[in-house]
Nanobody, 119 residues
Framework: QVRLAESGGGLVQPGGSLRLSCAASGRIFGINAMNWYRQAPGKQRDVVATINSGGTTNYADSVKGRFTISRDNAKNTVYLQMNSLRPEDTGVYYC?????????????WGQGTQVTVSS
C-alpha cells in the first residue's frame, strides 16, 4: 500500500510564504512525475506545478515566478515553496505521484492540505 503524507498548509497573510511537503511511503517504486494540484472552493481540481524524474518543471501561469516545486528522490518527497501568496491561492492542495513500471503505472493522491491566504 502506498501512502502520501502532506504537511505545511495553514493560514497566511497576503504576501506571505508557505512550504508544502509530500512524502511517499510504502511499496512504491519507479516514481516518475510528482505534482501539486489545487482545488479552490466551488471549483475543479487544477494542476499547479509538476516535476518529472529528470527534474523538469512546469507551472500554471497563475503561479509562475512565485511558486517553486522541487523533489528529493532519496526521500521520495516533493516540495512546493509558495511565495508572494495571494487570496486567490486559497484552496486545498493535493500531492499526486505517478509511479510504477512502464507497462503498469499507478496514480496516487494525498489527503490534501488546506492553504488559506487572508488578512
Amino acid at each position: 500500500q502506498v501512502r502520501l503524507a502532506e504537511s505545511g498548509g495553514g493560514l497566511v497573510q497576503p504576501g506571505g510564504s508557505l512550504r508544502l511537503s509530500c512524502a511517499a511511503s510504502g511499496r512504491i517504486f519507479g516514481i516518475n512525475a510528482m505534482n501539486w494540484y489545487r482545488q479552490a472552493p466551488g471549483k475543479q481540481r487544477d494542476v499547479v506545478a509538476t516535476i518529472n524524474s529528470g527534474g523538469t518543471t512546469n507551472y500554471a501561469d497563475s503561479v509562475k515566478g512565485r511558486f517553486t516545486i522541487s523533489r528529493d528522490n532519496a526521500k521520495n518527497t516533493v516540495y512546493l515553496q509558495m511565495n508572494s501568496l495571494r487570496p486567490e491561492d486559497t484552496g486545498v492542495y493535493y500531492c499526486n505521484v505517478r509511479w510504477g513500471a512502464p507497462a503498469t503505472s499507478f496514480n496516487s493522491w494525498g489527503q490534501g492540505t488546506q492553504v488559506t491566504v487572508s488578512s
